[in-house]
């Protein structure tokens, strides 16, 4: 063996030692062979890790694995050390050995505690920025949205009883500010939804999806009325998820859906599931021997190109103007998050001008 190692007798003497041994640990042959082991090097291997691994588990165990010391050797300093030993037997069973080998592992042992510490570090800024995000979670709640009323309510009293006094342009400037009032309105509830994700206590129960499927289709009533959308609902399994979340993932999928129907096209909508082995699903990374609830939503909107399936569920991000289709691009990131808070992955696929499909995998546990 290239790496440090000796022998002991059954008094814990060193019968014999390779050259690793003495080079790494700064003896000599003459001071170590017939030497107990605790005296070698003026005693420096009196260590009480060592006799405890020697005197108290290796008579019960035998062979023992990556056992580790940390200790200061007065030669080569502060080392961390990974013992394998075990017990040897000779032919005529008149010698009980022991066979000890070493392996410094002081470096590595470092590189793994700054990456710990990077990790605690890491974490703890998390933690901070998670505490910020709760405190913007309640700005947004109180301090942003109050005013924002107030902005609506009064523009809209002026609009309302003033309406004869103003003239085309002033109106229209109240218009605008009304809408751009009102978008931010929404903004701000969307992204307070989206800080709540990760701070509501995470329960799980098993609910219908189909009962809240039809919840959500019951809640969406009058746009679905207004678009002549048919929202198709198969038999959906009954699923373990944290019910609010999984409502609110459904609604923003089928709103997604009736926002981004093709026009003079009625908006065609079908919510389907099944269960599935992970290794039965290609171009998705699931473990093969898990099975999975997997959720399809599919419609025939406007759909989208396929470099954008990744970017449609980061925070902000729009393929389309404002002018065009309203929204600051957070449903979509929502709707993973709650995948993901759920164990689950969700992926697109698009066609521009044929639809869209998700389909959403969640782990049976």
Known sequence: MHGPLIVLDRYLRVRIANKSFYNTFKVDEPETEGVMIY???????????LRIL????????????NFEITYRFSHIGV?????????LIEEDASQRLILISF??????????ELLEQAVQRRTAELEALNKELLAFAYISSHDLQEPLRK?????GRILNEEQKNLTPKAKDYFDRIQDAAQRMQKLIEDLLAFSRLNSTEKIFENIDLKTIANEVKDELKDIINEKNATIEIADLSTVGVIPFQFRQLLQNLISNALKF??????????ISSLVVEGKSVSGVTLVPDNKYYHICIKDNGIGF???????????????HTLKDYSGKGIGLAIVKKIVENHQGIITATGVVDKGAIFDIYLPIL
Not at 54 to 65: A, D, G, H, Q, W
Not at 308 to 318: G, L, S
């Open 39 to 49: 005296d070698l090097g003026n005693r420096q291997w009196d260590i009480p890790q």
């Open 54 to 65: 020697l005197e108290n588990i290796l008579p019960e165990k035998s062979i023992i694995t």
């Open 79 to 87: 080392r961390t050390i990974s013992i394998n030993a075990r017990e």
């Open 103 to 112: 392996d410094d592992i002081t470096k590595e042992k470092s590189k793994a």
């Open 151 to 155: 902005i609506l309510i009064f523009t």
């Open 261 to 270: 129907s093709r026009k003079d096209v009625a908006p065609y909508i079908v």
């Open 305 to 319: 190109k396929p470099e954008y399936k990744d970017k449609i569920f980061e925070v902000f991000q729009k393929l």
